[in-house]
């Protein structure tokens, strides 16, 4: 079923995902519909309204926009993020890490792999090469915990400095904040880095869980060296310091916006480990109904977050955007075109977030911009999560995509009443007469 009835202020829409467009319909034809009428008077009502016979068996059919030409220019020419992994190292311990239960039980530093310089140089002139018709690129260097590797971050830049190709470079980077000593923080300033750290909020909620290798709670290191950032940068801290945020215990939810009220915050989606799981199964299972979505309360304190613009970006496009073909389903982004990620061995996979596997692997550094790669991820993605997607009124604007499969089935039905929230409060008269509104419609249409 690829249309959904809506409510809103009493008036009564219906949205249809496969020519895209919402229509405010009479109390009648919602009812009929609502109902599973189809009679000469449907018909009759159907007509006057503009829309089509909903119970067509029509679906969004798939493009090979991989083949095309279009995307092959892209990947040689257009490519936007490199994300490197430059260790896997890690000196601390967060219960909720993807790779807690398969590489840091031991409190051994040394377990895992780092980036060779010769691995980092290939990987940057790849990706500079391919993003000659960019202005802006980004590189961003993640692990493990990157500090960790200092020195090839600074090579790293270094090389970018001498070989790019006229784009401006913004390099980005994501740390636990451990190892933000005075010269490294200056680097990143005479960088112009962009630095995300990752705090949990107060004191009582960090140390709960990101625990250093020894298991000794980290906030007031973090913090302190969050503060000599703050006291002897304060222009670089206010636009150049982001903040992740896992937001494990729900009802802790009031005390860690009012703790980040006055930064710019991402709350990240936490996926469990199976050691996290079982060690938590009780605590997980009282809070799984309690999950609060940025769109609600947290969104009025910070409008800012991107996830939630680009929700209602989507929302802006409806009635724009008319094809009746899509790549993929939800949010699947195109490997490459977007970003590509490089692990520590060469590795390269769509993104950082998606499992290192080889259902997901497109090849090493040699097989850069290898379409069939890419057609091969994808077609198994889809084959194997997202053939019932085709029947989803939600699939154009719903976040799934490589990085949320293995929680897919469960996440379904809340994805969609989630989406219903968040588009029913776009139609309000509330919103509609916003200036947020007005400054979203026209980034939409941009």
Known sequence: ????????????????????????????????????????????????????????DKHLSRSDYVHSDEYKWQVQNSQKQLVLSITENCNMRCEYCGYYDKR???????????????????????FLTCSREMDVVYISFYGGEPLLKFDLIQTAVKFVREMHYGQKICFTITTN???????????????????????????????KYRLDANGNGTYTRIINNIMYIKKNYINYYEHNIRYNVVLIEHDKKNEIVDFFYHESVSYLGLSLTNHFREKYKDTINYYKNKEVHLGDEVA???????????????????????????????????????????????????CEKVPETANYMLGNLEDWNNIEAVSSVIEKSYNTYCKKCANCWAQRFCGMCFANESIIEDKCDETRANIEKSYSFFLSKEFQESNMYNKLLQIGLD
Do not use: W
């Open 1 to 56: 079923m690829i249309y959904k009835l809506l409510t809103v202020d009493s008036e009564k829409y219906i949205y249809d995902a496969y020519d895209n467009i919402t229509v405010q319909i009479s109390d009648e034809l919602f009812d009929m519909i609502n109902n599973g009428i189809c009679n000469h008077r449907y018909h009759e009502l159907i007509e006057q309204f503009g829309i089509r016979d909903i119970y067509q």
């Open 104 to 126: 840091y039980e031991k409190n051994d530093h040394n377990i895992s792999d780092s980036m060779s310089e010769h691995t980092l140089k290939a990987a940057i002139k790849k």
């Open 177 to 207: 904040g451990l190892l933000l000593t005075p010269d490294i923080v200056q680097f990143f300033v005479e960088n112009d880095f962009t630095i995300t750290i990752s705090l949990d909020g107060p004191k009582y909620v960090h140390d």
């Open 300 to 350: 009025s304190a910070f409008f800012n977050v991107e996830k939630d613009i680009r929700q209602l970006i989507k929302f802006c496009k409806i009635g724009r955007d008319d094809e009746h073909k899509v790549y993929m389903p939800a949010a699947y982004c195109l490997p490459y075109e977007r970003k590509v990620y490089v692990t520590a061995n060469g590795s390269l996979y769509p």
